[in-house]
């Protein structure tokens, strides 16, 4: 695709608008608003370059296998970007927990990435998977978004989380493609995203209400928290945050644990009614945070 020439832009504000995702929000007290439908701009990939710095969507009706779609997506993404290092993706995956052809489609869409992924990377796909969150959508559209760098990108794991591409083959034909969390340090700033993050220890979901739930996901923001903080980016550096919840009626008490227990009064948050990638869960939540970075 045609790539606009290079524009000024803060680091900070590329991050805030790359998380207004096309999900319905959640009212106050946790009633559903309109839904924001995907937007009706043209079929296809737009790449825009913000500096050293690339941002981009592919969109695409899924009128054919969503294996087939997704690895074609990601097959013309990762072509596109070559020369810089992807660093963050969101994957807005239709009727995600729906198995229409008997394979989920979150599982289905897993396999297209990850074949992308692989005969893009080949050996090194692994250490070039970045950060990623993958939700439901309403609509027929697959949405990809991403942001790549000219600078280097490290990926980081959850020590209590085992690899995401390493899952076992219960969860599918082939394993999901992301990191915990990547980061970037440009001239600028330093760029954390952590991706979606569950009720997910080892590879199995701890399920039983929502507060477990809870218990379970703050544990792991926490810990991947200090493993992005250990590698530069302070633990209290300013997030913009994703809440993405399957049930409203759950609303009211993911909000309070939040806002005791993990929240601070310096970061966004955002919240979303979708489906998650594991049926069996109701709760997902990312972030990313940029930290000036010091010369």
Not at 31 to 37: G, M, N, R, T, V
Not at 224 to 241: E, F, H, K, S
Not at 248 to 277: F, G, M, P, Q
């Amino acid at each position: 695709p045609d790539v606009p020439p290079a524009s000024p832009f803060s680091l900070e504000a590329l991050v805030t608008e790359a998380h207004s995702l096309s999900l319905p929000r959640l009212g106050q007290h946790g009633e559903e608003l309109d839904f924001i439908p995907q937007d009706s701009r043209p079929a296809g990939l737009s790449i825009t370059r913000h500096g050293d710095v690339l941002t981009g969507r592919w969109r695409g009706e899924c009128s054919g296998k969503l294996h087939t779609t997704t690895r074609s997506a990601y097959e013309l993404i990762l072509h596109e970007t070559r020369g810089c290092n992807m660093a963050r993706i969101w994957n807005i995956v239709p009727q995600i927990n729906d198995s229409p052809d008997g394979l989920e489609n979150y599982r289905a869409f897993c396999s297209g990435r990850a074949e992308a992924f692989h005969n893009h990377f080949g050996a090194r796909a692994s250490v070039s998977m970045p950060a990623a969150t993958g939700i439901g959508g309403s609509g027929p559209f697959l949405d990809i978004s991403f942001i790549a760098f000219k600078e280097a990108v490290r990926h980081f794991e959850n020590p209590e989380q085992v690899p995401a591409y390493n899952y076992p083959p219960q969860y599918g034909p082939r394993p999901p493609s992301f990191a915990r969390a990547s980061m970037c340090r440009t001239n600028e700033a330093i760029a954390g995203f952590v991706s979606g993050t569950a009720s997910i220890k080892g590879h199995s979901s701890i399920t039983g209400n929502i507060d477990i739930e809870c218990d379970n996901t703050l544990n792991n923001l926490r810990l991947i928290g200090q493993v992005l903080d250990a590698a530069g980016l302070p633990y209290d550096t300013p997030r913009v945050v994703n809440v993405f919840i399957r049930n409203n009626y759950n609303t009211s008490r993911i909000i309070s644990r939040l806002c005791s227990e993990w929240l601070a009064e310096h970061d966004t948050v955002h919240l979303h009614r979708a489906d998650i990638c594991r049926a069996e869960l109701g709760l997902e939540i990312e972030y990313a945070a940029c930290s000036a970075n010091s010369p």
